[in-house]
């Protein structure tokens, strides 16, 4: 089964919690990027492999800047946050 894809969008750590705390062993979702918009200069940095743990060898990258905030599903920006996964209760 392949895994899911996952953004996770957030702030102030928020989102890196919630990785740590749901994804980083996760074997059916893969998470290809964080939003983390509201940090400048984030667009080419990345969440390191380190933190990110052995499902991730490359680390995690920030979607930053790069897709205007808006993050991409199968080639189409989606209408709004409400259209990308999500975990109830975990942001």
Do not use: W
Not at 20 to 45: E, G, H, L, S
Not at 49 to 63: D, F, Q, T, V
Not at 72 to 86: F, K
């Amino acid at each position: 089964m392949p895994r899911r894809r996952v953004i996770i969008m957030g702030a102030a750590g928020r989102d890196f919690h919630n990785f740590n705390t749901v994804y980083r062993r996760n074997r059916a979702a893969r998470v290809v990027a964080f939003t983390a918009t509201q940090i400048p200069n984030i667009a080419m940095r990345q969440y390191p492999a380190r933190l990110a743990g052995p499902l991730y060898p490359k680390g995690i990258p920030s979607a930053g800047d790069c897709c205007g905030g808006r993050a991409h599903r199968g080639g189409q920006e989606p209408d709004g946050p409400e259209n990308l996964p999500h975990t109830p209760g975990h942001g």
